[in-house]
């Protein structure tokens, strides 16, 4: 229902008939319309996973290098990863951080003993779009003595011999497409 229903059903029925009423709703309607969508915009600006024009001013906040050239899905991840990626650093934050990069499956793993993080992508595969940006962020918040081990998902001989012309085709188009395996 338009603001403009909705003004006319809150007057008295014998205005209904009246032009001047009539144009006057429908006007004041559409106005109320546009108002509404500003807002609307305005609020989505307030959380970085659906902010458009406010990804500058929280990569100024968080002091990470503006790049207007880069995806805006890129900008929220380094965005995202960084707000996540304050406190105690522990296996389950590191987790968290490259989750905000990589929408596929990710295995984070610590060996204090060997002074290793390892980070393996489960789902995604080849290297993934934004692996630059993931691995400044973990650089960033990763103590320093530890260093972290990429572990990339290929497909085996044995998972290419078994697939059919349409699925290797499938996954080829997946992987050119951004969409992921």
């Excluded at 003004?7 to 009246?18: A, C, G, Q, T």
């Amino acid at each position: 229902m338009s603001k403009a229903e909705v003004l006319m059903s809150l007057l008295p029925p014998l205005y209904e008939n009246v032009l001047e009423m009539q144009l006057l709703t429908e006007t004041e309607g559409e106005e109320l319309d546009k108002i509404a969508l500003g807002l609307e915009g305005v609020l989505d600006q307030f959380y970085p996973e659906s902010a458009t024009w406010a990804l500058e001013r929280y990569e100024r906040d968080l002091q990470i290098p503006t790049n207007p050239a880069k995806p805006e899905e890129q900008r929220r991840s380094v965005i995202i990863s960084k707000m996540r990626g304050s406190g105690k650093v522990s296996g389950s934050m590191l987790k968290n951080v490259a989750q905000a990069y990589e929408s596929g499956g990710i295995d984070v793993s610590v060996s204090p003993v060997e002074y290793l993080i390892r980070i393996r992508f489960i789902d995604t595969l080849g290297l993934p779009p934004n692996l630059d940006d993931l691995k400044a962020a973990i650089e960033d918040i990763k103590p320093a003595h530890m260093t972290v081990e990429y572990r990339l998902r290929y497909l085996t001989i044995a998972e290419v011999e078994s697939m059919t012309l349409a699925e290797i085709e499938q996954t080829r188009q997946d992987k050119f497409s951004g969409g992921g395996a």
